[in-house]
């Protein structure tokens, strides 16, 4: 009758199993694998993997690995110390299934790794009865041989966007989209030139000179640091931030009007701020009924109202010179309506034009980081690595990888 064995389950090189012990009335119950050197082969460095000769013998070192059953297994592993010819000293002996810094096996390493792709750190040590810092620790290690490395390859569109991680103005990190696979290319703390500077400073001459269009907000040190390591790309001004600027002028005229107008005007221009700022498709049929008594009893908010509409209109052209056209139009009748906040986006959007006629040649903008940032709002919620900016963007770059197929943009 052949007798059973464990061996098979632990096929590890030039190591042979010497015995079990085993403890079910512990709790979690647990084995331990004996593990001696096999001496029919020489040990090798673990720095370099070279053959070398025994220096000393004896050491001994305890492993957790992958569970057999219900068991936590752990490994006793005698190993020795090799004097290497190449290295010229005495190094560690090469473990197979193991790292000589680690307390873990390879195999129970990759399992974690696999299962911080769809848990949390916490709920991966509480399933495998670990440390937390393990855990992150064997996560990151992964992540940084998958993702640590910038790809820059195939590069031609960019949307440029900030994510606040918390409050205040240095809780931001810089997000780099390849826009036409929604692969999130890079990420740096801060949202400052140096920090996009450190993106460009990777790619080589030839990789700047393939970026073709760079979608951003009118944030000047991003758009200082794209025309200086990209001077031909076109940079084009998204929608949503511009829409957005503009918002503040007509919340900030809907204050006035409001300390301005008698009471009976009054109450329609109270609690009116979202009806204003809404897009009218977005609200419900009483929402649109009391916006439409709003803007017929105040002609200054039903101006300001019907040029938020004529702006998102600029960017549906696709001929420049008509974009050109209708912006100058805007500008004149933005004009009448005679408010410093008025004026002076005016000038903003002078400064800025470029950027905005450059949507005719390459209709495209930073929404596609929206939806990309909420994504990272979600990780950010699971807790992974928020006081560890390294190791929380490239649980990103793992979470939105993109996809292969690409699409044209005009």
Not at 86 to 95: D, T
Not at 360 to 382: A, D, F, H, M, Q
Request: proline share 4%; glycine share 6%.
């Amino acid at each position: 009758m052949s007798r059973l064995s464990i061996a098979h389950y632990f096929p590890f090189a030039r190591v042979k199993v010497l015995g079990q012990n085993v403890h079910l009335e512990c709790e979690p119950a647990g084995t331990m694998i004996r593990l001696v050197p096999d001496h029919r082969f020489r040990p090798r460095c673990h720095e370099c993997g070279r053959p070398g000769t025994v220096h000393a013998t004896g050491l001994r070192r305890i492993l957790r690995d992958l569970a057999v059953g219900p068991a936590q297994t752990y490994l006793d592993v005698e190993y020795r110390r090799v004097w290497c010819p190449s290295c010229r000293k005495a190094k560690v002996e090469q473990l197979s299934f193991a790292d000589p810094s680690r307390r873990v096996t390879h195999r129970l390493a990759r399992y974690v790794y696999d299962l911080c792709r769809i848990m949390t750190i916490q709920d991966v040590a509480d399933h495998l009865d670990l440390d937390p810092k393990t855990v992150k620790t064997i996560d990151k290690h992964f992540l940084g041989q998958e993702f640590g490395r910038t790809d820059y390859q195939d590069l031609r569109i960019l949307a440029i966007d900030e994510i606040s991680l918390t409050h205040g103005q240095d809780g931001y990190m810089t997000v780099v989209l390849d826009y036409l696979t929604g692969r999130v290319v890079w990420m740096g703390e801060g949202r400052k030139a140096e920090t996009l500077d450190a993106f460009f400073a990777g790619m080589t001459a030839q990789e700047k000179q393939g970026i073709e269009a760079v979608a951003l907000d009118m944030w000047e040190a991003f758009i200082k640091s794209v025309q200086t390591h990209c001077p031909r790309a076109r940079i084009v001004f998204d929608l949503f931030h511009l829409v957005k600027g503009y918002g503040q002028v007509i919340d900030e005229v809907r204050r006035q009007e409001y300390a301005k107008v008698d009471p009976h005007q009054r109450a329609f221009i109270k609690g009116s701020r979202y009806l204003l700022l809404s897009n009218r498709e977005n609200l419900r049929p009483d929402q649109q009924t009391r916006l439409n008594d709003l803007l017929a009893v105040n002609r200054r908010l039903n101006a300001v109202y019907i040029l938020k509409d004529q702006l998102k209109a600029i960017y549906r052209y696709r001929i420049r010179a008509w974009a050109k056209r209708a912006l100058d139009q805007w500008c004149r009748l933005a004009a009448e309506v005679d408010h410093p906040l008025m004026r002076r986006f005016i000038r903003r959007l002078r400064f800025f034009e470029y950027g905005i006629l450059n949507h005719c040649n390459y209709p495209i903008g930073t929404s596609r980081l929206e939806g990309v940032n909420n994504k990272i709002k979600v990780i950010k919620r699971k807790a992974y690595g928020f006081h560890d900016p390294e190791y929380f963007a490239l649980k990103v770059k793992q979470a939105l990888p993109g996809t292969k197929v690409t699409t044209e943009t005009g």
